[in-house]
């Protein structure tokens, strides 16, 4: 789950993490108060969006003076934010926040991610902060460090030295980089995230070090353990099929091909979308149903692919161990009585009660094609993908 980088920053702050002064406003009659609060004469406003590259899109506006600073929000609330994140459709801005204006001396990069091959949390950092990490690792990727942390042992002094060493930090800021870089492991294994990145971590002239900049992600499967994080999910910022398909327990993410997919198992899933690819297809979605699902995740399944305008054929690759295939096809009988089948389908039933499964469609009379094997299903369901798009 993502948050908004006030959110992040009003976590990271409880657990010690220095951050600027700021506010969150949603109108621009909040922003003269805002303003007065934070106190100074520089302010910044930045849009809160779930995607990354919001200034190179416009979004962040430095600002001398309240007026300027009103005249910043005019143009952001209610905008449309296009990033490499948000496709071309972009994102809606609905809040801002105004946070203090500093005189920064140095911008420095700093995360934690889940390595998940080396099984273990991992920092990430570089001097090259306030620029795309992907491009300092793809140019110069001797200016980024890599340090794994022993779960066992957890975050040690030694780790913080090397990591303000290869920073360039020295003395008191060294120390207090030390101790941030502490706060953060807290915060990182205490929320079950499984991303925090400040970019950028600032050094002031004032030689503090300030997170400018933060994101954090959380563990989906871990939040029934964290109420308050979980109440931060801002629907707004999610696409409107995902968060339906939430509440029925589905894995569903869309994509932007004309093959939709419905499939049981995350790794049958992506073996799906790839031999749609393989076939000169896109796979419009990516929707596992998981072992214990119900008629009623399904039906809601297929009535997601019927619905999206996008999807021109339906590939349906089921491999019926726990999943019963009875119950997909009462799911999709269950479906086309409120969402017509618009659109050709090609079915893979194969497993616990395939013979069921069939007999139940077969006697509907629903135009189903059916498949043999994978190999089989994406070339009839990406040719049938084509052929509606002639």
């Known amino acids: 789950m993502n948050v908004h980088e006030y959110q992040a920053k009003s976590i990271l702050f409880d657990f010690g993490v220095p951050v600027p002064k700021g506010r969150l406003v949603e109108s621009v009659q909040d922003v003269r108060e805002a303003a007065d609060e934070i106190g100074g004469g520089r302010w910044v406003a930045k849009a809160q969006i779930h995607a990354g590259g919001r200034g ?4 962040v506006k430095v600002c001398d003076g309240v007026d300027a600073l009103e005249g910043a929000a005019r ?20 809040k801002l926040w105004i946070e203090e204006g500093l ?21 990430m950092v570089s001097p090259e902060g306030g620029m795309d990490i992907e491009q300092v690792a793809a140019k110069t990727p001797e200016r980024i460090l890599h340090l794994r942390i022993d779960p066992a042992a957890g975050f040690q002094p030694y780790a913080a030295r090397r990591m303000a060493f290869f920073l ?13 870089a502490g706060q953060l492991y807290e915060a990182f294994v205490c929320t079950d995230a499984s991303l925090i990145e400040l970019n950028p971590l600032v050094l002031t002239s004032e030689q503090k070090l300030l997170a400018l900049d933060a994101k954090m992600v959380f563990d989906d499967n871990a ?29 569903y993410i869309s994509l932007d091909g004309n093959i939709g997919c419905m499939v049981n198992g995350a790794g049958l899933a992506m073996a799906s979308m790839d031999i749609i690819q393989l076939k000169g297809g896109r796979p419009a979605n ?15 399944g297929f009535r997601l692919l019927f619905s999206d305008a996008h999807v021109q054929a339906v590939l349906v690759n089921i491999f019926g161990g726990i999943v019963r295939c009875d119950i997909i096809a009462r799911g999709l009988l269950a479906a086309v009585k409120h ?21 139940l469609i077969e006697e509907a009379g629903l135009d189903i094609t059916w498949a043999g094997d994978l190999d ?4 009839l369901a990406v040719a049938a993908g084509k052929e509606a798009r002639a």
């Open 223 to 251: 939040l029934y353990r964290h109420a308050d994080i979980r109440e931060l999910r801002d629907l707004d910022e999610e696409d409107a099929k995902e968060v339906e398909a939430s509440q029925f327990g589905l894995n």
């Open 56 to 59: 190179k899109a416009g979004g």
């Open 103 to 123: 005189d920064i001396g140095r911008e420095l990069y700093l995360s934690l991610l889940v390595d998940r091959k080396a099984e273990c949390v991992s920092f």
């Open 75 to 94: 143009d952001l609330l209610g905008a449309h934010l296009v990033t490499a994140q948000t496709g071309s459709e972009g994102k809606e801005v609905h």
């Open 376 to 379: 089989e299903a994406a070339q």
């Open 286 to 300: 990516f929707l596992d149903v998981g072992g214990g699902v119900t008629e009623a995740a399904v039906e809601e």
């Open 339 to 359: 969402v017509p089948m618009r659109v050709p389908v090609v079915m893979r039933l194969v497993g616990t009660r395939e013979e069921e499964g069939r007999r």
């Open 168 to 180: 360039g930090l020295e003395g008191e800021v060294a120390k207090r980089f030390a101790e941030l």
